[in-house]
């Protein structure tokens, strides 16, 4: 029996642990602080979202969460490893292992079908049973009966649910998604939506969703929202809306609510 069954609530801990994160940028004689003292957890499971205007700081965070650059001060854990001061190659490896990545522009090898796309981090990650796993990764994003198709041969959606699948493979701690759905028709963003929602909510899948949509934000449990390279906002939503069952109002109308 598991804690649902039962009726309590399961014990959550934190997979990620920022404590008075900075990052300072020379840019010829100035210094830019593109993070200023950010101190945020996220535990295991959550969905949150991370908002901010042009120059927040928000791809600078990303950057950091992602161990795809290194902080100038402070520490990060990445589910209880300290990432804070790694070197390239251990960045490069705790990538691999620990972090999904979900691009806008979905990042595909144009002339590689869907199955060997998804096979690719288990390769670099020297994983055994690659086509299994890569074929459960893409029938968990519904694709599959689209294992040998290639990009081309796949509409926009299809090619993020690729990415997804891709994403998901290794079994990470968290998923990192930039900007997912912006290249997305509604139809098609909304379905990718509905399977993060999925994963998320099916599988206790931790996801960081980067966007400057605050309809897609609401999409997500929590949204963090950065200026000026600190958390102004930190708050909990609600009631998250369900892709697919909320017509999504005019710009003018998100702006002044």
Request: aromatic share 4%; net charge negative; charged share 25%.
């Amino acid at each position: 029996m598991t804690a649902a069954d039962n009726g309590t609530t399961p014990a959550t801990r934190p997979v990620i642990v920022i404590h008075d994160m900075t990052k300072v940028y020379l840019m010829g004689e100035y210094e830019v602080r593109a993070l200023n003292g950010v101190s945020v957890e996220i535990d295991q499971g959550e969905f949150v979202a991370i908002m901010g205007p042009s120059g927040s700081g928000k791809s600078t965070m990303m950057n950091m969460l992602g161990a795809l650059d290194k902080p100038s001060g402070g520490q990060y854990l990445l589910d209880g490893i300290d990432v804070s001061a790694m070197s390239d190659d251990e960045l490069a490896d705790i990538r691999n292992r620990k972090i999904g990545f979900v691009f806008q522009n979905f990042n595909l090898l144009p002339r590689v079908p869907a199955l060997q796309q998804v096979e690719l981090p288990l390769i670099y990650a020297a994983k055994r049973e690659r086509s299994e796993r890569a074929r459960r990764a893409l029938e968990l994003v519904g694709l599959g009966e689209r294992v040998h198709h290639r990009p081309s041969e796949l509409s926009g959606g299809q090619q993020q649910r690729v990415a997804i699948a891709r994403a998901l493979v290794n079994e990470p701690a968290i998923i990192l998604a930039d900007e997912p759905t912006g290249n997305l028709d509604s139809k098609s963003g909304t379905e990718v939506m509905a399977i993060f929602q999925r994963l998320n909510r099916e599988q206790g899948i931790t996801i960081l969703f980067v966007t400057h949509d605050p309809w897609i934000a609401r999409h997500t449990r929590r949204i963090i929202t950065l200026a000026d390279g600190i958390v102004v906002r930190d708050e909990i939503v609600p009631t998250p809306l369900v892709a697919g069952q909320s017509k999504r109002p005019s710009d003018e109308a998100l702006v002044h609510e």
